[in-house]
């Protein structure tokens, strides 16, 4: 589906107000935990994303799909631009999940144009999931419900709801040191999960469109390599600040048997198990 530069301008600035909400969110936080450094690099790092997709243009892969998930919700009576593009909010729960995210568990020191265009792949995916929601509005060929059918993406996974809700319950008891470490292991749990899902949607959806899992083809490259590296670098990160392992997640970030989407799908499984079993020990 094709978009105009002005959609794809008016997509920009709308994103760019929006991230720049969750950034000063990040900077209320940093002050709230002034030992915690990780927010005040996301704080940082939403700024940075928020001048990107507000320069960036046609130039944009994400940024040109995301003006295509919000036309086709127009053309099937689904506004996201609604009253206008500077105070419509983001779609949902799972894309405002994304954005608070950004950079808060990311080991990097600096954000560049790649990470830049990740954020907003990771927007467009979730942007679809919370579309799920406004299905019953939609006919059944409907331009929205046609490109949700060809994403595919998947809903929120009840874990990592389970995870957010009760890291955020933890995060305003700033005065409980135990809870404040409770609060940090579930940010990483949480963003393992969040990596999980992510792999097993990549290898989905580069399965579906013919590109080869377990290596590269000339003119076929892949992000899969680079999110199974992010989720390694998640599990370690995971594994270092609490000493506990977690091999099912980390034979799915760095196993070599990985060669179908089949068998991502089966360890993704087998990883979202351990999770919950991690998950059931806090919850102790």
Known sequence: MAVSPGDVRDVGQWLGLRLDEVARWREKKAVDFPDDARNAR????????????RVAGDRSHGLKRIARIVSAARQSGIELLAPTFGTAPLPGIESQRVASRYFFDNLSSSTDEMTHEEL??????SSLRDLHEHMFEAPSESPIAKLLREESPTS??????????????????????AAQKRSRRLDRLSGVSDLVARVRDVAISEEAAGKRIGGRDVGTPTILPQTRMQLDL?????????????????SLATGSTMTSAMAIVSAATSAYMELQREFEDMAR
């Open 120 to 125: 907003l792949d990771e927007l467009a995916t």
């Open 234 to 250: 998640a599990v370690k990160s995971y594994e270092a600040e609490t000493g506990r392992t977690i091999p099912e997640c980390e």
């Open 156 to 177: 929120t996974d009840p874990m990592l709801a389970a995870l957010i809700e009760i890291r955020d319950r933890l995060a305003d008891s700033a005065g409980d040191v």
């Open 42 to 53: 996301s704080g940082k790092a939403l700024h940075d994303a928020a001048q990107y997709v």
